[in-house]
């Protein structure tokens, strides 16, 4: 019988040098982060949708205007940031690093904007005594459940926390790109972070503030 | 670390400024709708399944074209959308309907 070589057969196959999935670790690896970090925040807008449905008093706290106004402002900033990103990533593939330079730090930008009107809401929230711990709204005579404040600003926080990152991320890439250490992939990586952090305010968005309104005597 | 030359890669070079513009057109469009639903206070259930509607669309929209997803190989696609749906399925599948059951006993102990 002859002899089959194992080798042979095997070889290409698990050899290395092959890329399955075409593309390179730094970006692999990214994708795999934030398919775990999307479980974080799944996690996180789940079980703020879980005590509030198991709650029979959670307030309604925001106003069309200016809770919500504001919050729709926050969207379009996240938006058009990753936009400029998309568009900074096009470019340092072009190799143009001073447009993608200028893009990133647009992003970073807009990203600070965010990060900013985001912490007035909060302190607006704050004066209306709103903490993570305790709220002073009201339903139907009864005080409000405290959970509110604590998932409210749990999730919006860790949102929050997630941007400022993405705000340090985003300024070490330009810097380093616009001095030739790094290189579009880098750019690259980063912009999937910053298009993550938008999608997930896509969640946060509608089901903390929209599904929150305020709906006066309408009472459902 | 080493320095890099920044020469042009066409590796990715996946989209158009044209596309990307249509897309962030799009998600200002759907967001305009969900601020529009806020505004015209529909019914919570009406409103929970529209508003998750367009936040699903809206997220398809920015990983298939800003994250290139689309661009991308079928098999990075494969690991990463289906695990996501398994888990989130047997959160909601297995965790979910206990909230439900909560509010029934707050019911129930009210009457």
């Known amino acids: ?220 | 670390m080493a320095s890099h030359e920044i020469a042009p890669t066409g590796l990715h070079e996946v989209g158009s400024k044209r596309l990307f513009m249509w897309v962030w057109f799009w998600l200002l469009i759907l967001t305009g709708i969900e601020t529009l639903l806020a505004y015209l206070r529909l019914e919570p259930h009406t409103m929970l399944v529209l508003l998750v509607g367009l936040s699903l669309i809206k997220s398809a929209l920015i990983v298939a074209y800003f994250m290139h997803l689309r661009f991308e190989k079928i098999g990075l696609f494969l690991i990463i959308v289906p695990t996501l749906v398994f888990c989130l399925a047997m959160i909601l599948i297995f965790v979910f309907p206990d909230s439900v059951r909560i509010v029934n006993m707050h019911t129930i102990r009210l009457h």
């Open chain 1, 1 to 220: 019988m002859a002899e089959i070589d194992i080798d042979a057969i095997a070889g290409p196959a698990w050899g290395g040098g092959v890329a399955p999935f075409a593309t390179n670790t730094k970006k692999l690896g990214m994708w795999l982060f934030l398919l775990s970090d999307s479980l974080t925040f799944s996690s996180a807008i789940l079980a703020y949708a879980y005590v509030r449905l198991a709650s029979t008093n959670w307030p309604r706290p925001f106003e069309f205007y200016p809770a919500v106004v504001n919050a729709t402002f926050l969207t379009l900033i996240l938006l058009s940031s990753s936009l400029t990103m998309v568009l900074a990533v096009a470019a340092a593939h072009r190799g143009e690093v001073r447009k993608a330079v200028m893009f990133i730090v647009f992003t970073a930008v807009g990203g600070a904007a965010f990060v900013a009107l985001h912490l007035m809401e909060w302190f607006r929230l704050f004066a209306e005594g709103v903490t993570p711990w305790s709220n002073k709204f009201s339903v139907a005579g009864k005080p409000a459940d405290p959970l509110f404040g604590g998932t409210f600003f749990g999730l919006t926080g860790l949102h929050m926390l997630h941007v400022s990152i993405g705000i340090i991320y985003l300024t070490i890439i330009a810097i380093g790109f616009g001095r030739r250490k790094f290189n579009a992939d880098h750019v690259e990586v980063s912009g999937l972070y910053w298009h993550f952090v938008d999608l997930v305010w896509m969640f946060i968005f509608p089901m903390v503030y929209l599904m929150s309104v305020n709906l006066g005597t309408r009472g459902f």
